[in-house]
C-alpha cells in the first residue's frame, strides 16, 4: 500500500529538479504580494478549487477519468494551483481507512466501478495516501497546492449550524483541529509544490466572535508554521470568509516570517444578494456590492501596512442561465483585474460521488463537465484568461500604461499591426494605452481614439486636440466622448467592431432604469506588467 506513494514521491522530486519553472519555491509575501522567496518577484496565483473533503474523502471525479489526465488539463488550461479540500477526520479518525473501505461504507459501488476502471491503484490506497498521490500527480504537471481545512466531518459545507462552523462546535473541537494542521504540515514539509496550508475555510454560525477569532488563528497559525516553514499560512474571516473589517481596530499582529496571507470568498448570492443583482440597475449593483468588498476584505492591500489578499473562492453557474451569476461574474472580472487579486474558482470537480444523500450528484459550477473530459463553458473560460497573468507587478521595469478592458468578453481594445482597433487577448500586441488629459493615446505613438457618431466603431486618428477625441467617465464603468456623449459599446453578437452608440443608464438617469448597461462597460486598468 505504502510502496505505490513512495514511488510516486521519487518520481515526482525527480522530474521536479530536471524543470525550469517561472519562479522557484517556497513561497514568501511583500507588502501586499505573494512573490518567490528567492528573487522576490510577484507569483500570481490563478487556479481552481478542487473538493476532497466530502463522504469519500476522496478528491471529486476520479471515477470519470484518470488523475493524470485530469492534472494535465489543469494545467493546459492556464491554472498554475489547485486548492484542493480535505475534513480534519481524514487524518485524525479515518487515516487508515482505505478508498475501497470509505466508498464501501457509503455503498458507492457505482464510483467504485468508475475508479476501478480510471484509476485502479488509488482503492487499496489509504485516504491519506490517496491525497498526496493526488497532490504529487498535480505537482508532476507544475500545479501548485494549497491545502484547504475545509470542514471536520467529511460533509457538504456550509451552513451555520452545520456543527462544523466555529470552533467550539460539535465537531469543531480545537483540539483535534490543530492536530490535524500540524499533521498535515508535517506530512508535505518537504514538498515544495505544496506552496500554503488554510486554517478553516468559511468560518461562520452563532458563536462566532473576534475574540476567539484571534486567540485560535494564531494558535493554528503558529502551528503550521512551526512544523513546517515554508508554507504560506492563509487566514479566512467570518460570516461566510465575506468578513475581514474587524482588523481595521485590531490588527492580527502575527509574525510568520512574511508567510501570512488573507483569503475572502463571494458569489452572486453571498449575503443573499441575488435579487440584488436581478431588480436594481446593474451600475449600481455593482458599485454596492464592491464598496462592501472593499470595506470588508480589500482595504488590506491598501494603507501604510498592505497585505497579500486572496480570493480563494467565487464561481458562477456554468450553464449560462443563471443572470444573477452572469451579471455577478462581469462585475467581479472587473474587480478582480482592477486590484489584479491571486484567485480560485470554483471548482474542477463535474460531479460528487455523493453530496447531501445524492449520488453522481451535478455540480454546475464545475469548469469541467460532468465527466471530467472537456470545458463546460468555454466563452467563460476564455474571459477568465484575461486574469490569469499578472496586470501589475511592482518588480517589472514595463513603463507604466492602462489597458482599455472590457469585462462582458473578458477582452481588451487592441490594436493590430495595420493600427486597425479590434477586441483581442489583454495579454496581446498592441494593447497599451496613456489616459492623460481627457485622451486614450495608443502608448508610444501620436494615435489616440477618436469616435466616428452613433452606432460607428471607434478608430484612431491624429487629431487629438478635438471633442470627439476626449473621453469621460459617465459612471464607474462606461466611457463617452466629449461631443456627441456617446460611449464606447461592444457586442459580438450585433457587431465584430467597438462602436460608440448612446449611453444605457449612465449615473445621471433615474435609479429605477432596468437596461443592461454592460456591453457598455470600458475601464481603464492601470498595468506595468510584460
Avoid at 485530469?70 to 487508515?96: D, E, Q, S
Wanted: charged fraction near 20%.
Amino acid at each position: 500500500m505504502q510502496s505505490c506513494v513512495v514511488i510516486v514521491y521519487f518520481i515526482t522530486h525527480f522530474f521536479l529538479s530536471f524543470t525550469t519553472p517561472t519562479h522557484s519555491l517556497p513561497l514568501s509575501t511583500k507588502s501586499r504580494w505573494i512573490v518567490d522567496d528567492i528573487t522576490g518577484k510577484r507569483v500570481k496565483l490563478a487556479g481552481l478549487n478542487w473538493a476532497g473533503h466530502v463522504g469519500p474523502m476522496l478528491p471529486e471525479g476520479l471515477d470519470k477519468r484518470p488523475l493524470t489526465e485530469i492534472a494535465k488539463h489543469i494545467a493546459l488550461t492556464g491554472f498554475n494551483n489547485v486548492r484542493l479540500t480535505y475534513a480534519t477526520y481524514m487524518y485524525t479518525r479515518h487515516a487508515n481507512l482505505t478508498v475501497l473501505e470509505s466508498f464501501q461504507n457509503l455503498g458507492l459501488e457505482s464510483a467504485i466501478r468508475g475508479i476501478r476502471i480510471n484509476n485502479p491503484f488509488l482503492l487499496d490506497l489509504t485516504l491519506v495516501e490517496a491525497h498526496m498521490t493526488v497532490v504529487d500527480v498535480l505537482a508532476l504537471n507544475g500545479v501548485m497546492v494549497l491545502l484547504d481545512c475545509q470542514v471536520s466531518e467529511p460533509i457538504w459545507c456550509c451552513g451555520d449550524n452545520d456543527g462544523n462552523g466555529f470552533w467550539g462546535d460539535r465537531d469543531f473541537q480545537p483540539e483535534e483541529w490543530l492536530r490535524a494542521l500540524t499533521i498535515v504540515a508535517a506530512l508535505y514539509q518537504h514538498n515544495p509544490m505544496v506552496i500554503a496550508m488554510s486554517l478553516r475555510n468559511e468560518l461562520r454560525g452563532p458563536r462566532q466572535n473576534p475574540e476567539d477569532w484571534y486567540y485560535h488563528v494564531r494558535k493554528g497559525a503558529k502551528a503550521i508554521h512551526k512544523t513546517n516553514p515554508n508554507v504560506l499560512v492563509v487566514v479566512s474571516g467570518l460570516s461566510y470568509d465575506l468578513d475581514l473589517s474587524f482588523l481595521k481596530k485590531k490588527p492580527l499582529r502575527l509574525r510568520l516570517d512574511n508567510k501570512l496571507v488573507y483569503e475572502a470568498h463571494r458569489y452572486a448570492f453571498s449575503k443573499g444578494d441575488s435579487d440584488e443583482w436581478l431588480h436594481q440597475p446593474l451600475n449600481q449593483v455593482c458599485d454596492s456590492i464592491t464598496r462592501d468588498i472593499n470595506n470588508s476584505s480589500t482595504f488590506l492591500i491598501k494603507g501604510p501596512n498592505p497585505a497579500p489578499l486572496y480570493i480563494t473562492e467565487f464561481g458562477i453557474n456554468m450553464e449560462g442561465t443563471n443572470q444573477a451569476d452572469n451579471d455577478f461574474f462581469t462585475c467581479f472580472l472587473l474587480y478582480l483585474a482592477e486590484n489584479d487579486l491571486d484567485w480560485n474558482l470554483w471548482a474542477v470537480q463535474g460531479s460528487y460521488y455523493i453530496r447531501l444523500g445524492r449520488q453522481d450528484d451535478e455540480e454546475k459550477y464545475a469548469l469541467f463537465n460532468h465527466n471530467m473530459t472537456s470545458i463546460r463553458n468555454p466563452q467563460f473560460h476564455q474571459k477568465l484568461v484575461s486574469i490569469q497573468g499578472k496586470i501589475q507587478d511592482p518588480y517589472s521595469a514595463v513603463t507604466r500604461h492602462e489597458r482599455i478592458f472590457h469585462p462582458k468578453s473578458g477582452a481588451c481594445i487592441s490594436v493590430d499591426e495595420k493600427l486597425e482597433l479590434e477586441s483581442s487577448g489583454c495579454h496581446s500586441f498592441g494593447r497599451h494605452w496613456r489616459y492623460h488629459n481627457n485622451v486614450i493615446r495608443l502608448l508610444g505613438t501620436e494615435f489616440c481614439l477618436t469616435s466616428a457618431g452613433e452606432g460607428r466603431p471607434v478608430i484612431l486618428t491624429k487629431d487629438c486636440s478635438l471633442r470627439k477625441s476626449m473621453w469621460k467617465s459617465v459612471s464607474n464603468y462606461q466611457l463617452a466622448n466629449y461631443r456627441d456623449n456617446l460611449c464606447l459599446h461592444y457586442d459580438p453578437a450585433y457587431s465584430e467592431k467597438i462602436l460608440t452608440t448612446e449611453c444605457i443608464c449612465p449615473d445621471d438617469d433615474s435609479s429605477g432604469c432596468q437596461e443592461n448597461p454592460s456591453s457598455q462597460w470600458f475601464k481603464l486598468i492601470t498595468s506595468n506588467a510584460k
